[in-house]
Structure formats: structure tokens, C-alpha cells
Nanobody, 118 residues
Framework: VQLQASGGGLVQAGGSLRLSCATS????????TGWFRQAPGKEREFVAT????????MYADSVKGRFAISRDNAKNTVYLQMNSLKPEDTAVYYC????????????WGQGTQVTVSS
């Protein structure tokens, strides 16, 4: 499975961005796709996840109500709509996939930089 993240950029606080994660390869093996982020000097943290068959989503408390994860089945692309962005959302965002709820995320895309100015 290959993942390609895109859509990052520079935005003012309060603005919006939509990240895309295009998946390819053995996408039939994907159980869930997630978004993670890593800010400078900090550890990578979970942002959101979406299971592919049931469509169940989960979010980190810090983004609930502001971010939304979704999927275009036909395009095998997962999106992260980010609204009401804050400077503390500044990070490199990564998309990842896992093959079952028991397994860790073992497929990772390259990161896309999101910078929110105050």
C-alpha cells in the first residue's frame, strides 16, 4: 500500500485547509486510515482516523469539532478538512494506514507541512 499526502500550506488563524491522502496498491487490505501530525520539538500525535468498511471516525480532543475526516471510495482518497485553524495546529501532517484493528499503522505517506500564522 502506498500513500501520498498533499494539500498543506500556509494559512492564517481561523482559516481552513483540506489535506488529501491518495492510496494505491493493495487498498483492499486497508482497515483504517489515520492522520497524525508532528510539530517541531514534539512527538508525533494522533489527529483522526476512519475505518473503511464501517465508516467510523475518531478524533483527538484537540481537533474535535474543527476537523473532519472523510473518504472518496471511488478515488481511494482520504481527506482531512481542517477548519478554524489555530497556530498550535502547525505541524507536518502524515497519513497512515493499517490492516486491522489489532495492528499498528504500518503504511505511512510522506508528510505535508501545515503552517498557521497568528
Amino acid at each position: 500500500v502506498q500513500l501520498q499526502a498533499s494539500g498543506g500550506g500556509l494559512v492564517q488563524a481561523g482559516g481552513s485547509l483540506r489535506l488529501s491522502c491518495a492510496t494505491s496498491g493493495r487498498t483492499s487490505s486497508i482497515y483504517a486510515t489515520g492522520w497524525f501530525r508532528q510539530a517541531p520539538g514534539k512527538e508525533r500525535e494522533f489527529v483522526a482516523t476512519l475505518t473503511w468498511s464501517a465508516g467510523v471516525s475518531m478524533y483527538a480532543d484537540s481537533v474535535k469539532g474543527r476537523f473532519a475526516i472523510s473518504r472518496d471510495n471511488a478515488k481511494n482518497t482520504v481527506y482531512l478538512q481542517m477548519n478554524s485553524l489555530k497556530p498550535e495546529d502547525t505541524a507536518v501532517y502524515y497519513c497512515a494506514a493499517r490492516r486491522s484493528w489489532r495492528q499498528a499503522y504500518d503504511y505511512w505517506g510522506q508528510g505535508t507541512q501545515v503552517t498557521v500564522s497568528s
